[in-house]
């Protein structure tokens, strides 16, 4: 149906629905211009006009200075008293104190019985829409009323997200169930209502026990809600401002419920949802919308939080998708504060999800996407520290060799010795301090690549060995600072105090630099370990600080103290092997 069961756009904290104004709107402000003429056009000034003016209607009031003549035959003043009787005034007098009594009526208990009421009337509505549908499938106005009611019920719903004590009593009644069942209605305006109220339960705002939100979605994912949305997608004509509407309140449905693990993974598991979302993310459009970069942000978010979703996407060629997409941005950047900017922001944080597993840096390799990443550090803005970022993850781990060899033979090296000898961003300089680590570590002995990457460190007399103690200083001094002021705050502190500040302090020290400041250490442990020239360099380095090769290894005890082997870890038990043989050059 029409107008009749549109809501009025819903803003939330996330984001906000970009709303155009209608052309009833700018009809209505044309109307209303200045002038006060209906047609917009300008007042004429000439005498004709005046006199006709002063022709017609009822005589001006008087201007502050004039005096008004009272008519002889009305002494008192034609509105003296009033110009009221008393039985007329006794009536006003009922009316404004019954006015008063209907103000001061008490506000409606929002508690289960009123929530039972609400379902049993909801659920009316649906049996009596579906009914009058069924009965009159081709005379529209006979159920355009149940409609209505019905769509008036469904945003009365819109009172629960402000009681989500009553989410599972909800469930319970079986009202989730027949509101995600509303996403199959003829009607598009009423599957939208429906989609949009499910939205507001399920938002973050919602001050919502874990146990309560759980139960709610958890219904809604019985009553196979993602294969529901799907198929909305496919019958909403985002041409159509209500469709293109309804397409946004999926999405935030979509993101509430992709905002934990394990719903995350119930979305894709038995849902076409990753594919459409890769199809709408590659839509062309130009200027991007704020459906499509919407679409970008969520397919991220269930990325990054869900295993099997990252498997799943691999499976459907998501990496080569997200290169071919970030192709066009190697050189040009994206208009600043846009959509189309925020749009390329959440594909390179997809990207990123996505190298992060064995599958997705072999297909990483495959696509050529070492190569396009280093096109972006040599030639891009806004692209550069994304794609050191999609480098640095895709080059960790141990099955990162791959794209370790090929970042070398793609003669890689040159730009990013480049950026760590000149970079002074933080950021940037620990997205190469990994890459470097990662080289360092993965890449074989005595293979072309490594013996490139040691004669890069061993060059222009070790300048790149000082640079590497040039930056172990300002981040030890930084994590000096935190480590002072984390003792005196233990020594404050009662004996069962600081067991329960631990992770509050490791917080402190990772945002200090402990991170990059250990990562420093392994590379000089490595460099120590393969060549004379940079140990005694080392060694040099150190000393005028007062410190010594013990001074690392402490920082690979440290590392080596915090690792927390579980049973078939081969990542970090081949971690701690690799500890310990660095520890024998530095001890």
């Known amino acids: 149906m029409g107008d009749p069961f549109k ?96 103000d001061e009526v008490a506000p409606e208990v929002i508690d289960s019985a009123w929530l039972r009421k609400l379902s049993l009337n909801f659920e009316r509505r649906i049996s009596r829409n579906a009914e009058l549908r069924a009965k009159y ?42 509101l995600v069942s509303l996403l199959a209605h003829e009607n598009t305006d009423i599957a939208i209502d429906a989609i949009e109220i499910l939205a507001e339960l399920t938002d973050q705002d919602v001050q919502a026990e874990q146990e309560q939100w759980d139960v709610l979605v958890n219904a809604a994912l019985e009553s196979d809600l993602p294969n529901l949305l799907i198929q909305n997608f496919d019958r909403l004509d985002e041409v ?43 839509r062309k459009e130009s200027p991007v919308s704020q459906n499509k970069q919407y679409a970008a942000e969520v397919f991220a978010i269930v990325l990054q939080v869900a295993e099997k979703a990252r498997l799943s996407a691999i499976g459907l060629d998501a990496v080569d998708s997200a290169l071919q997409t970030l ?160 003792a005196s705050e233990r020594e404050d502190l009662t004996q069962n105090g600081p067991a329960e500040r631990e992770d509050e302090w490791l917080s402190r020290r990772l945002d200090s630099g402990l991170f990059s400041f250990q990562t420093i250490d392994i590379m000089l442990a490595w460099l120590i370990a393969e060549d004379d020239g940079a140990r005694d360099s080392v060694v040099e380095a150190l000393g005028e600080i007062g410190e010594s090769l013990e001074a690392i290894g402490i920082t690979l005890q440290e590392q080596l103290a915090g690792l927390r082997l579980e049973k078939e870890d081969t990542e970090g038990t081949m971690t701690a092997d690799m500890l310990h043989t660095l520890l024998s050059y530095v001890t």
């Not at 007399?461 to 640079?467: A, G, H, L």
Request: net charge negative.
């Open 240 to 282: 159509n401002e209500s469709d293109r509407n309804g397409v946004y309140h999926s999405l935030s449905l979509l993101e509430n419920l992709a905002s934990q693990t394990k719903m995350a993974e119930k979305l894709v598991e038995d849902s076409p949802l990753l594919k459409w979302l890769l199809q709408r993310m590659q």
């Open 137 to 178: 499938e081709d005379n529209p106005e006979k159920f355009m009323g149940s409609e209505a009611d019905l769509d008036a019920d469904i945003k009365t719903l819109s009172s629960l997200s402000e009681h989500p004590e009553l989410y599972e009593e909800f469930a319970k009644l079986g009202c989730v169930g027949s």
């Open 327 to 486: 192709s066009a941005y190697r050189k040009r950047d994206p208009n600043k504060n846009s959509d189309e900017e925020e749009y390329v922001e959440n594909v390179f944080d997809g990207l990123t999800s996505l190298v992060e597993m064995g599958q997705g840096k072999q297909k990483f390799v495959e696509a050529e996407g070492a190569e396009l990443c280093l096109i972006m550090l040599k030639e891009g803005k806004f692209s550069k520290f994304r794609a050191l970022r999609v480098l640095d993850h895709a080059t960790s781990g141990q099955a990162g060799v791959q794209v370790c060899e090929r970042v070398v033979e793609a003669a890689g090296l040159k730009p990013l010795f480049s950026v760590f000898m000149k970079s002074t961003e933080r950021q940037i300089t620990e997205h190469v301090l990994g890459i470097f680590a990662s080289m360092l570590r993965l890449l074989p002995g005595s293979s072309s690549p490594r013996i490139r990457l040691l004669a890069k460190f061993m060059e222009k007399d070790y300048e790149k060995v000082v640079r590497l103690l040039k930056l172990r200083r300002e981040y030890g001094a930084r994590l000096s600072k935190v480590d002072q002021e984390i």
């Open 7 to 102: 809501r009025p756009t819903k803003f939330t904290n996330k984001r906000k629905l970009n709303s155009q104004p209608s052309p009833d709107e700018i009809y209505k402000s044309v109307k209303h211009s200045a002038n006060g003429d209906a047609k917009g056009h300008e007042h004429h000034s000439d005498g004709a006009s005046n006199h006709d003016e002063e022709a017609a209607g009822p005589q001006p009031p008087p201007e502050d200075d004039e005096e008004v003549e009272l008519d002889d035959d009305d002494e008192e003043g034609r509105f003296f008293g009033g110009g009221v009787s008393e039985d007329t005034t006794q009536a006003m007098d009922y009316i404004e104190e019954h006015d008063k009594d209907q």
